[in-house]
């Protein structure tokens, strides 16, 4: 990937959030850049980068049209999972049981406009209003008794749907099978959740945002296991930098740099945090580290992407995506490449059902 490709999507991406300005480089090839802005998934932004250049300097009207054209099909698309995701929780509701969002609009809300950040699918937890019982299968019911197909073979979350709408119905929130640090992260953020009162909800919806502590962590830990397993892109990366300029004077910044260090995440958080202010133009890339350079070609790679295998041939894919990230747990973790490849064995052997309690 040529170096004015990149500068081009950087500029253009700082436009897009109002940012910051700068020059484009001469020899552009948007064709190019339009593909670059789709596989980083931020394709609207770009676009709205691209309408505060001046119109000779924009792409050829070919391009620009189908741009336009996504853009809007993509504005259409997360209104349309909005309104799936509102009635799945007034039926959560009716039946005592409050709806949290991951990610998503939860983040979406920070970017300069929400409905031009890429939504592919909804993550949530859910848990009593009040009382004490299983909201997670309680839920995953009501779905099926609706005629959805509800698929529970992962311990971490279900998945269902619904028309328009993916859901990922969470029933933990990190992937902490046979990891001592993620279980006690599990722990924290789940108690986090059952502590908190339900009184930050969507307007006009039973959807509620959670601590704000909790979306910090979990944006993290999610972040830094795409890394690890499939590799990171620059949405993950400005989502953060988004959700915590927004929530910026509500985090406990000093608590969630100790539970940086606690859980592991350090060497990882310190470049993903740079490279989230070099994307904002707020660094340049000479500032950047040698280990930010590593996190930066990772980023400018190809994603690697694979069919979701289950059981044995899913723990051998997984295996060899470890041996393959053997470079990532050496600079970017405080564990080995064998370490996370036991914990791996060990939780499938003898944790195939996980539970805190």
């Known amino acids: 990937m040529n170096n004015n ?15 910051v300005s700068g020059a484009l480089p001469d020899n552009r090839v948007w064709s190019a850049i339009h593909a670059l802005a789709n596989q980083q998934g931020l394709s609207a932004i770009v676009m709205d980068g691209i309408e505060r ?13 189908n741009w336009i054209g996504e853009t809007l099909q993509s504005e259409s698309q997360n209104a349309v999972q909005k309104r799936a995701a509102g009635e799945m929780a007034d039926v959560f509701y009716n039946n005592h049981i409050r709806t949290y969002v991951l990610k998503g609009e939860v983040i979406a809300e920070c970017y300069p406009k929400p409905n031009h950040r890429l939504s592919v699918d909804l993550d949530c ?3 009593p209003i009040s009382g004490d019982f299983d909201a997670w299968t309680i839920g995953n019911d009501l779905i099926r008794n609706k005629g959805y197909e509800v698929k529970t073979d992962f311990y971490k979350n279900s998945t ?11 029933r933990y929130l990190t992937p902490f099978r046979g990891n001592k640090k993620l279980t006690t992260l599990e722990s924290v953020l789940q108690s986090l959740l059952h502590m908190d009162k339900g009184e930050d909800r969507f307007e006009d919806t039973w ?13 993290i830990e999610h972040a830094y296991s795409h890394f690890l397993h499939e590799g990171l892109t620059w949405r993950l990366v400005l989502d953060w930098m988004m959700f915590g300029k927004k929530r ?48 930066l070609e990772d980023i400018w790679s190809p994603l690697d992407l694979h069919k979701t295998v289950r059981g044995i041939k899913g723990k051998l894919a997984l295996a060899g995506n470890t041996w393959r990230a053997r470079w990532k747990y050496r600079h970017f973790t405080d564990m080995s490449w064998l370490t996370a490849l036991w914990i791996q064995v060990k939780g499938f052997l003898f944790d195939k059902h996980p539970s805190l309690a």
Do not use: C
């Open 5 to 19: 490709l990149k500068e081009s999507f950087l500029v253009l991406v700082r436009m897009g959030l109002e940012h």
């Open 125 to 127: 937890y859910v848990r």
């Open 160 to 170: 269902f749907l619904l028309p328009g709408l993916t859901v990922e119905n969470h």
């Open 53 to 65: 250049l001046p119109k000779n300097q924009r792409p050829p009207q070919v391009i620009l049209l």
């Open 207 to 219: 959807l509620y945002r959670p601590p704000v502590m909790v979306t910090a962590l979990f944006i």
């Open 248 to 295: 910026q004077k509500e985090i406990d910044w000093i608590a969630l740099e100790a539970y940086v260090d606690e859980f592991g995440f350090r060497k990882f958080y310190d470049s993903y945090v740079r490279l989230g202010q070099y994307l904002l133009g707020d660094i340049s890339e000479e500032a950047l580290t040698k280990a930010d350079r590593l996190l």
